[in-house]
């Protein structure tokens, strides 16, 4: 029989010939026969246990063990569930084994094996990126910084509770920003994660009305020599009211609106127009972007008489989240750019004013 097992030869003892070791039909060792003495049982010859001895002294060796001739579990305890060096892979009572993690100075091989540790880092690392996908390109919610120039550092953390959420803990590391941390829900962000273009309105108002509403920038670009990480401040986030590229042009003297419903001219200053803006939550006194649009609407027809009287082209309201088409958008500004003055809504006497339909023309700036 082909493998580990003697071939039998035949061989001369003390003058009469006999099978060596005497293997049975099958090429295997045999008891021989209890009931025909002439059918011999089989010897073990001495060259046969030593490649037995050898075999598993060699495994032994291979498991990271060291063969003795004493000591019954030496081949034994090289079989383990734990994520031991150069020992055998045994499954646990649960039918689990463990596998140890790849050394950081080892390179990664397509064969090796993936331990849960490692789906979970590939986990974790598409999910930073999914979760920051509201920064690709695009906005932040607005915020009041409470300064018209906030530090690199404010608004690089900002980001991230943006981002990541609130309740984390920011580190801010002055040689490399873009090496910041911020850990929340124990998983620890890299500033460089913030995705190249995100950027946040700043919604501080020095005087208190009127907010500066500066766009910051941030110029993320690892791969570049020097890399760079930096927010920049791109001037006022807004549509140029009264130009050529807004809708709704309003052009006039100093004295050009009137209310509708007494008649009377109501001085309203250049700078009420091509300023800034007003608030219209705070000017109408609501609390919500639906309570505003509700008067706004009532303005254009409540009574069948338009009532734009006290307000300006800039006036805005914000509207934190915006749904158009199954899209969603942050840090939305809709803002006033125009009037339809048709059919003398302007009129200064009121008894010229007619019902007809009128409208205010809004433009989204963000």
Known sequence: MAGMYPDNETVNMFGTPMRWPGMGSDGKFTNGSFSDPDEKPSMI????LNLIIDNIAELINKLGGAPSNSGALQLAVRFTAEALA??????????RAKIAARPSNVNPDPDDIARQGDLDEVNEALTRRLNARDGLGGPLPPHDFGEAEPGQDALTEYASRSIWGDGGAFAWNT?????STYTADGVTHAAGEIFNATWVRNTHAPD??????????????PNTNPAVFYWEDVGVDTVGFASNEAAGIVKGSRNILANPLTGEIEAVS???IFGGGRNLLDLFNVSTPQAA????????????????????????IDIPLLTVDGA?????????????????CASRKASGIRKTTSCLLLTRSC
Request: proline share 5%.
């Open 45 to 48: 010859p001495a060259q046969t």
């Open 328 to 344: 969603s958008y942050t840090g939305t500004r809709i803002l006033i750019s125009g009037f339809n003055h048709y059919k003398t």
């Open 208 to 221: 208190g009305k009127n907010p500066i509403n500066h766009r910051l920038t941030l110029t993320n670009t």
């Open 293 to 316: 649009m509700a008067v706004l609407r009532s303005k254009c027809n409540g009574e069948g008489i338009p009532d734009f009287w006290d307000l300006c082209v800039g006036d805005y």
């Open 86 to 95: 150069r020992c055998a892979v045994a499954r646990d009572d649960n039918g």
């Open 175 to 179: 040689q490399d920003p873009c090496a």
């Open 270 to 272: 250049y700078g009420q």
